[in-house]
């Protein structure tokens, strides 16, 4: 699977990570990440 993080900062640039990983156990880490992004876009966390 592959996961796309977007960000684009208040002057207008932007940054792109892809993150690729196996879909199957449950990840502690990326528990950490969703439980910290924003719920939609133009929100922070």
Known sequence: MEM???H?????AVAVVA???DQG???S???KL???MPE???QTA
């Open 19 to 21: 993150v690729m990983f």
């Open 34 to 36: 969703w439980a910290t």
């Open 25 to 27: 156990a449950e990840n």
């Open 8 to 12: 684009k900062s208040a002057q207008g």
């Open 40 to 42: 939609k876009a133009d």
């Open 29 to 31: 880490e990326l528990n």
């Open 4 to 6: 796309h993080l977007v």
